[in-house]
């Protein structure tokens, strides 16, 4: 029977009868290291014992036998709550060069997936590896390299797919439940959603791709995340963009960057969730990038090709507090506030 296949999610994982799950990528694990990559060295560290999880901290190089405090990312990997790790070449390469780009001290988390564990585990475990993060808020945390360079005044939340998905309710959450009781906010400076994981039984516009196997293969990865839930891909984790009962007006930052890809089935859940966040009442600033004919997390697969390195300029610039004002297919983005920046910088009237 531990041969015979129940389901097949092929190439994300097969399901046998014996209850056997067969992870068939991300499972490959890289360790950190104290010799410099790309500039920047890594550690393991245990942020839930009770649940044996860890974080893998990076910090460029140069900083390390300084006191300088960096912008913090906080990163949630992707893989549709089901595949990848924090520990995967994949995104051990990545936060490497991200941290390199954006000159920030970075954390990206492990949690525990689906389906052994349903949402919501993942979100609830990446609430507590946030709570473990601001236990260094004053400098007095387990992590060293969190309480001599971390710089809680400018944290920013990222991810990919999945990862981006839990970064958003991470970011609502913090608006509610003080992440450290010596904040007088949130404690969140921005976020960054990355090919964002949102969707809806009905599309979202009439852009949307109503191709119904895409559809369908959508929902079976949602719902193998999330088997308990009533609503299915409605789901109020999933349905952030068209639901009118979900209200995203109370988002826990200030400024967001959203990066989409043309060809993405997802690629309008992103422009939705910006132009809900500019309809509804939320005082921040938004910005959308769009990657002209890539798809879902290229720049993972294809971390060296043009696009991918000009993702991670936004990326990083947005980290370092660049303006990212641009013109993004056939979308009328103004770059008025640039120029305006700009002159008051240069004392230009």
Not at 69 to 82: D, R, S
Not at 132 to 153: C, I, Q, R, Y
Not at 304 to 320: R, S, T, V
Request: net charge negative.
């Amino acid at each position: 029977m531990d041969s015979e296949i129940a389901f097949d999610y092929s190439p994300l994982l097969k399901i046998y009868k014996s209850g056997r799950i067969e992870r068939l990528m991300g499972e490959t694990a890289v360790p950190p290291s104290l010799t410099p990559e790309n500039g920047v060295i890594s550690k393991d560290v245990v942020y839930s014992p009770d649940d044996n999880l860890s974080v893998r901290v990076y910090l460029p190089e140069k900083a390390a036998d300084t006191d300088e405090k960096l912008p913090l990312l906080v990163y949630f990997h992707g893989g549709g709550f089901i595949i990848e790790t924090a520990f995967s070449p994949t995104y051990h390469n990545f936060l490497t060069a991200a941290v390199s780009a954006s000159d920030c001290i970075a954390v990206s988390v492990d949690y525990r997936r689906a389906p052994e564990h349903p949402l919501p585990i993942s979100f609830d475990d990446s609430w507590t590896s946030l709570k473990w993060v601001f236990t260094h808020f004053a400098g007095s945390g387990p992590e060293s390299w969190l309480n001599k360079h971390a710089d809680f005044g400018k944290v920013f939340l990222a991810g990919d797919s999945a990862g981006a998905n839990i970064a958003h309710h991470m970011a609502m959450r913090a608006a509610k439940e003080k992440l450290s009781p010596e904040l007088s906010d949130s404690g969140i400076f921005g976020i960054i959603l990355v090919h964002p994981y949102f969707w809806s039984k009905a599309p979202v516009d009439d852009k949307e791709t109503t191709d119904a196997a895409v559809r369908s293969k959508i929902e079976a990865i949602w719902m193998m995340a999330s088997p308990n839930n009533k609503d299915g891909v409605d789901d109020p984790w999933l349905n952030v963009v068209q639901s009118d009962s979900v209200d995203i007006s109370g988002l826990g930052c200030g400024k967001v960057l959203v990066l989409v890809a043309e060809k993405d089935a997802l690629v309008r859940q992103g422009w939705g969730y910006k132009a809900k966040l500019e309809k509804n009442g939320w005082k921040g600033k938004v910005e959308l990038v769009e990657s002209e004919g890539e798809d879902h997390v290229f720049h993972l697969t294809r971390p060296d090709c043009e696009n991918a390195l000009e993702a991670m300029k936004k990326f990083a610039g947005f980290i370092k507090g660049e303006i990212l004002q641009l013109c993004v297919a056939d979308q009328d983005l103004e770059l008025s506030q640039f120029f305006f920046e700009k002159k008051r910088e240069s004392g230009v009237q």
